[in-house]
């Protein structure tokens, strides 16, 4: 045993990656959107897609209905289209982002599904020039428990509230 840890050396540990945020397993629907805000603040897109059904686990599947302005264009919208805009979208240059959500409220809730629907702001620092740094709007998050037991977004529906730009407007801009 002496000759085999002979030859080996210990090293410093390694930092840990950036991006990384907290990802806490999402067995109530409350922490799916801590998770949710987490991610888009940390530009983690893992964490971000994992918030979102997974087909596998799941016989629903992801949508996004855009906010008016936009809603002819996101008409086959989901997990993937999702996963690309938020790349696209870039870590956040120069400063922290923010995401809060405002009169949150939850409504029919059941065993197995509920509803969130909030205003929000979202300021997101990206390097996209002439696209908004800030939106905001209306959401509605539908929540469902997946067949292993964990809560996930399945639809997600963004309004307009204000003359401000919304989400959807982000998300047509940048991917």
């Not at 983690?44 to 936009?70: E, M, P, Q, W």
């Not at 997600?156 to 204000?162: A, C, S």
Request: aromatic share 14%; charged share 25%; hydrophobic share 35%.
């Amino acid at each position: 045993m002496v000759f085999l840890l002979g030859g080996c050396e210990l090293r410093d540990p390694e930092p840990p990656s950036e991006g990384s945020s907290a990802f806490k397993p999402p067995v109530t629907a409350e922490i799916v959107l801590d998770n949710f805000k987490s991610a888009v603040i940390d530009h983690n897109v893992d964490n971000y897609l994992r918030c979102f059904i997974d087909t596998s686990a799941s016989t629903r599947k992801f949508s996004f209905s855009a906010s008016g302005d936009f809603q002819g264009i996101f008409a086959n919208w989901g997990k993937e289209e999702e996963r690309r805009y938020f790349e696209n979208l870039g870590p956040p240059a120069q400063s922290v982002p923010v995401l809060e959500f405002s009169d949150l409220r939850e409504q029919n809730r059941t065993s197995i599904s509920t509803e969130y629907t909030a205003n929000y702001l979202l300021f997101y620092p990206h390097e996209k020039s002439g696209v908004a740094k800030q939106v905001r709007g209306y959401i509605h998050l539908y929540l469902t428990l997946d067949n292993q037991q964990r809560w996930a977004i399945y639809q997600w529906d963004d309004r307009k509230t204000v003359t401000d730009s919304t989400w959807s407007y982000l998300k047509y801009h940048v991917y």
